[in-house]
Nanobody, 122 residues
């Protein structure tokens, strides 16, 4: 399974970005998907997770309200809409996939993309 994330870039505080992740080499609808991020000097953290068909989503409390995860199984793509961005959201955002349970902790995903960098200026 290969994952290719895109959509990162430089954005001003208060702005928005939409990240995309295209998945190939597997049956996309069998995969639970997640977006995770890692800022310099910090541990990787889960931003959002979504179930195989998209019916269920999970956001840690710290991520609720500004991030929205979605998926299009016809396009083998998962998205992350990020709104009202803050400088502290600056990080490398990666998409990840797992078989079995659709939701997992940051270290429990089976497949990873290379990440896309998001920089939020103040």
């Amino acid at each position: 399974v290969q994952l290719q994330a895109s959509g990162g870039g430089l954005v001003q505080a208060g702005g928005s970005l939409r990240l995309s992740c295209v998945v190939s080499g597997g049956t996309f609808s069998d995969l639970g998907m997640g977006w995770l991020r890692q800022a310099p000097g910090k541990q990787r953290e889960l931003v959002a997770a979504i179930s195989w068909g998209g019916e269920n989503t999970f956001y840690p409390d710290s991520m609720k309200g500004r991030f929205t995860i979605s998926r299009d199984n016809a396009k083998n793509t998962v998205y992350l809409q990020a709104n009202s961005l803050k400088p502290e959201d600056t990080a490398v955002y990666s998409c990840a996939a797992r078989r079995g349970t659709w939701y997992a902790g940051p270290s429990e995903y089976h497949f990873w993309g290379q990440g896309t960098e998001v920089t939020v200026s103040s």
